[in-house]
């Protein structure tokens, strides 16, 4: 409950807005600026949004969402898929995250004695806590497939990715380095792919404005939009492709070994 003296001086700091015209234009000033703000803000979170392919309205939700869009400026995927899993940009690049469960698949069903296309299953790869579960920071995983043919495939679908550069190649330990440079505003993401021998691709995406160098203003804001999130999309989307051409090619293979009549 007000007391008194807040009461009154509510009704006094009021009817001086309302009766001195320097004060009531200096609120009105105030309202158009934060409204004017609110707009370029909702306006940019959008055309940031729309750009990397996200949205606020999928899967975990809509409160998640906006959480992790406005208080991360990293992103990793992960076994689970869970939003608290941050990118630590390290020299040298340290090891993917080593599981201790075995990671949820699918498997496309084929001859038995063909090779079998075991991936993440997207559906049912759920962490204890199913409202923190990203689909897009699900770690994806290609068993079967050598760890030179994925690196070569890796580096082929960033170098097809509008906005991406390599700037940083290591075969001998599976890793790539990148940085992808927005389209409007320019800013400037890093991401590493990394490339387990086990088949496990993982992606770390951080904002650039997280750099230990950032000088700009800028890295006081601690989201990233959903900008992070994005980078990993969109690089597992076109690389799903590529690897979908690589089983089929492979069950090809193992279709024509077979005795005629089989």
């Excluded at 204890?128 to 043919?149: C, M, N, Q």
């Excluded at 992808?180 to 993982?202: A, L, M, Q």
């Excluded at 601690?222 to 492979?250: A, Q, R, W």
């Amino acid at each position: 409950m007000f007391t008194p003296i807040e009461i009154i001086v509510a009704v006094v700091v009021l009817a001086a807005f309302i009766f001195v015209p320097i004060l009531r234009r200096l609120l009105g000033l105030i309202i158009r600026l934060g409204v004017f703000f609110i707009a370029v803000g909702i306006a940019a979170a959008g055309i940031t949004m729309i750009l990397n392919n996200e949205t606020i309205f999928e899967r975990p939700g809509f409160g998640q969402r906006v959480e992790r869009f406005l208080t991360k400026n990293s992103a990793a995927a992960s076994q689970t898929g869970s939003s608290a899993v941050t990118c630590v940009m390290e020299n040298p690049p340290a090891p993917p995250p080593t599981a201790t469960a075995a990671p949820h698949k699918r498997v496309k069903k084929e001859p038995s004695d063909g090779i079998q296309d075991t991936r993440n299953d997207l559906s049912k790869a759920e962490p204890a806590s199913t409202d923190d579960v990203f689909p897009e920071l699900i770690r994806r995983s290609f068993p079967g497939i050598p760890r030179e043919k994925l690196f070569q495939l890796s580096t082929d679908t960033v170098n097809s990715l509008g906005g991406w550069r390599i700037v940083k190649s290591s075969p001998s330990n599976g890793t790539l380095d990148c940085i992808y440079t927005s389209r409007i505003f320019k800013f400037e993401d890093d991401v590493r792919i990394s490339i387990d021998p086990s088949g496990e691709v993982s992606v770390c995406s951080r904002s650039g404005m997280a750099r230990p160098d950032q000088t700009s203003l800028l890295r006081y804001f601690p989201g990233d939009l959903g900008s992070n999130v994005g980078h990993i999309k969109e690089f597992y989307e076109t690389l799903e492709p590529k690897m979908d051409e690589v089983y089929k090619e492979e069950q090809d293979k193992q279709n024509a070994k077979k005795p005629p009549g089989h």
